[in-house]
């Protein structure tokens, strides 16, 4: 029986990548079941890019403990991804924080995209700003160690954004519409 | 124009040409698509640039997952499209399924960077 709260998964792998996709499906078709749809879509994107995010960032012989918990009362997932990594991926990883946070309302996933169109070289984080724009992300560091944790809560959308959103559908169809008897 | 185009495979992703673009389906989660989704998409655009379809049809509703690093190989795309002469540049129309969520999320930041050559259609 789920309680709140409720341990779900305590995993510790290898840091390969061979372990996302799986981890990935399971999370998503759990959270789904749990939180709804997008709820499990958010989940699985977050799961996804977390534990890139370790791999490619962190110490390759030190396995990844990976949390996920389900919060009953609050409809809510969390997962916690855990591992060492070296003092200038954990710099690299605190900027990147600190870049969102002084960023008004943060930065979005959008702005973070167009940021790394204009770099020329360099580290873009692209997917900490997946995971920051869609659920709320926390970054702790002792040591060596990094341990991030996502919220993920049952998707709810406004009716301000799904307005807009139908609008934009039908501004696409229109202009469709337009290039098709234009030529 | 199917004929002409490749056909890419990888682990989990396929894509395949249809009679108007292509249909990218399974999980694109590469490490590094700078090694391989990137260049086949390269030879794709100097195909399209050279052929200059009217609309180009990007079919990823069968497609359940696409990590950063590939999001980053398609914004590259609507960079080299961006960057070509005006007389040889086309549009690119994703046609999506807007149950799923990364894909309306995703394609919305991929069509604010060039609401000109990207079109989004709902199945």
Same mark, same amino acid.
């Given at each position: =029986?789920?309680?709140?709260?409720?341990?779900?998964?305590?995993?510790?792998f290898?840091?390969?990548?061979?372990?996302i996709?799986p981890?990935? /499906?399971?999370?998503?078709?759990?959270?789904?079941?749990?939180?709804?749809?997008?709820g499990? $879509?958010?989940?699985? =994107?977050? +799961?996804?890019?977390l534990?890139?995010?370790?791999?490619?960032?962190?110490?390759?012989v030190?396995?990844?403990?990976?949390?996920?918990?389900y919060d009953?009362?609050?409809?809510?997932? /969390?997962?916690?991804?855990?591992?060492?990594?070296?003092? &200038?991926?954990? &710099?690299?990883?605190?900027?990147?924080?600190?870049?969102?946070?002084?960023?008004?309302?943060g930065?979005?996933?959008?702005?973070?995209? &167009?940021?790394s169109v204009q770099?020329?070289?360099?580290?873009?984080?692209?997917?900490?700003?997946?995971? =920051?724009?869609r659920?709320?992300?926390e970054?702790?560091? /002792?040591?060596?160690?990094? +341990?991030? +944790?996502?919220?993920?809560?049952?998707?709810?959308?406004?009716? $301000?954004?799904?307005?807009?959103?139908?609008?934009?559908?039908?501004?696409?169809?229109?202009?469709?519409? +337009?290039?098709?008897?234009?030529? | 124009?199917?004929?002409?185009?490749?056909?890419?495979?990888?682990?989990?992703?396929a894509?395949?040409p249809?009679?108007?673009?292509?249909?990218?389906?399974?999980?694109?989660?590469?490490?590094?698509?700078?090694?391989?989704?990137?260049?086949?998409? %390269? %030879?794709?655009?100097? *195909?399209?640039?050279?052929?200059?379809?009217?609309?180009?049809?990007?079919?990823? %509703?069968?497609?359940?997952?696409?990590?950063?690093?590939?999001?980053?190989?398609?914004?590259?795309w609507?960079?080299? #499209?961006?960057?070509?002469?005006?007389n040889?540049? *086309?549009?690119?129309?994703?046609?999506?399924?807007?149950? #799923?969520?990364?894909?309306?999320?995703?394609?919305?930041?991929?069509?604010?960077?060039d609401?000109?050559?990207?079109?989004?259609?709902? #199945?």
């Amino acid at each position: =029986m789920i309680i709140d709260n409720d341990v779900v998964l305590l995993a510790r792998f290898p840091a390969k990548w061979e372990h996302i996709n799986p981890l990935r /499906t399971f999370i998503s078709g759990y959270a789904e079941s749990m939180i709804g749809k997008e709820g499990g $879509s958010e989940a699985s =994107m977050v +799961t996804n890019e977390l534990l890139e995010n370790a791999i490619k960032y962190g110490d390759v012989v030190s396995p990844i403990d990976f949390e996920v918990r389900y919060d009953q009362a609050n409809a809510c997932v /969390t997962l916690r991804v855990a591992n060492n990594a070296q003092a &200038t991926r954990i &710099t690299l990883l605190q900027r990147e924080f600190k870049r969102h946070l002084d960023a008004r309302d943060g930065e979005t996933f959008s702005q973070a995209v &167009t940021r790394s169109v204009q770099m020329s070289s360099g580290v873009s984080m692209l997917g900490l700003a997946r995971v =920051m724009s869609r659920a709320d992300l926390e970054l702790s560091v /002792t040591g060596n160690r990094v +341990t991030m +944790t996502a919220r993920v809560e049952r998707f709810r959308e406004s009716p $301000s954004r799904r307005r807009l959103r139908a609008s934009a559908n039908l501004m696409d169809r229109f202009s469709d519409r +337009t290039r098709g008897s234009g030529g | 124009m199917s004929a002409a185009i490749e056909r890419f495979t990888s682990d989990e992703a396929a894509i395949e040409p249809t009679d108007t673009g292509i249909k990218v389906s399974g999980v694109l989660s590469m490490r590094s698509p700078s090694e391989s989704l990137t260049p086949y998409l %390269k %030879k794709l655009h100097k *195909y399209l640039a050279d052929t200059r379809p009217a609309t180009f049809t990007v079919d990823i %509703k069968d497609l359940s997952f696409m990590n950063s690093s590939s999001i980053r190989a398609l914004v590259d795309w609507i960079e080299w #499209i961006r960057s070509e002469p005006s007389n040889r540049q *086309y549009t690119l129309a994703f046609l999506h399924d807007p149950r #799923i969520t990364w894909q309306s999320t995703t394609l919305a930041v991929v069509r604010s960077l060039d609401e000109e050559h990207v079109q989004l259609r709902i #199945i």
